[in-house]
């Protein structure tokens, strides 16, 4: 994983670097990042049933608005889809995301939201789904046109030659999402760290093309699914 974050940190903006890095250190447990319940990017509807359980369980790490922090390596939530969303949740929950023991983001994850019901669940997801959509900023340079080559003949068949996904066949909108938790879900896959227990039937599918793409290819399609406008 080291000549990952190399290659990664190689492919930033100088600028963007320190930010990066404080999160690597947050997933290490090297440094601690206090929590970040802003709203202050876009409005949100603080009267809906779900904000409540939403700063008490997501907030800190996710922002208040959704948005995502590299600084706790939580990406931003608020253009993902419903039903998409309610299966990740759940599958933190039962342990099929989040338990490698490379995963030190995902057991976060699962920890935030352990003992949940199903309930608290769906409001959480109705509120995620209500955030407004704000198109998170680039933190990676590369080939866009070459990224944007391989979604057409890789990613598309699943994900959508403009990476809005597919309900059909379950498979989640990439735009919208942070061009870092891109690379790294990616090279999670690649590892085996996602997509490796035996009920992720979606994440098995995506263990089985990680291989098709180097890793300067897949920051390349970060690059390239980033400059493509979110729902």
Not at 42 to 68: E, F, I, M, P, Y
Not at 148 to 160: K, M, R, V
Not at 191 to 203: I, L, M, P, Q, W
């Amino acid at each position: 994983m080291d000549g990952v974050i190399e290659n990664l940190l190689s492919r930033i903006p100088f600028l963007a670097r320190t930010v990066l890095c404080t999160g690597l250190l947050v997933a290490c447990g090297e440094t601690s990042v206090p929590p970040d319940h802003s709203e202050a990017s876009a409005a949100v509807n603080t009267d809906h049933a779900g904000h409540a359980l939403w700063q008490a369980k997501c907030a800190s790490c996710h922002r208040g608005d959704g948005r995502g922090n590299p600084e706790t390596g939580a990406p931003a939530v608020n253009g993902l889809q419903d039903w998409y969303l309610e299966r990740q949740l759940r599958h933190f929950e039962i342990g099929v995301r989040g338990q490698h023991p490379d995963d030190d983001n995902g057991s976060t994850m699962a920890a935030a939201i352990a003992g949940i019901n199903n309930e608290e669940r769906a409001l959480l997801v109705d509120f995620m789904t209500e955030l407004p959509s704000t198109p998170p900023a680039a933190t990676l340079t590369g080939n866009r046109e070459r990224g944007q080559d391989y979604i057409n003949n890789l990613c598309s068949a699943c994900h959508g030659t403009d990476g809005r996904g597919n309900e059909a066949l379950q498979s989640p909108a990439l735009t919208g999402l942070n061009d870092w938790y891109l690379v790294a879900q990616y090279e999670k896959f690649r590892a085996g760290v996602r997509g490796s227990h035996t009920d992720d039937t979606y994440g098995a599918q995506m263990v089985r093309f990680a291989p098709a793409a180097s890793e300067d290819v897949v920051i390349d399609i970060a690059v390239a699914l980033t400059q493509q406008p979110a729902d």
